[in-house]
């Protein structure tokens, strides 16, 4: 795999993730329907990821910022899934 071209290596790492979620959800004896989740899943977090570092770095902050601004919107992501299976599991 090129390396140095950013196109090859996002691509590469989106393979990665979707090879990794299937190997996860197929290992651990999940339906399809539960595949799906976790692909749609993983699309919305990568969404709000990319998209937060996208708009810091448009926005004109320097690169370490706008990665800061992606770490922050993926620990507000976890969180929120951390709390939401709590409740969903034990209730409130």
Do not use: C, W
Not at 23 to 36: K, Q, Y
Not at 41 to 60: E, L, N, P, T
Not at 73 to 78: E, F, K, R, S, W
């Amino acid at each position: 795999m090129n390396f140095q071209n950013g196109r090859v290596l996002t691509g590469g790492l989106g393979l990665v993730a979707v090879l990794a979620t299937a190997l996860v959800v197929t290992v651990v004896g999940g339906s399809v329907e539960e595949l799906a989740y976790a692909f749609a899943g993983g699309i919305g977090v990568s969404v709000v990821v990319i998209g937060s570092y996208a708009y810091g770095d448009r926005k004109g902050l320097p690169h370490s910022h706008s990665v800061a601004v992606a770490g922050i919107a993926l620990g507000v992501l976890t969180t929120a899934a951390i709390v939401g299976r709590l409740l969903t599991e034990y209730g409130a």
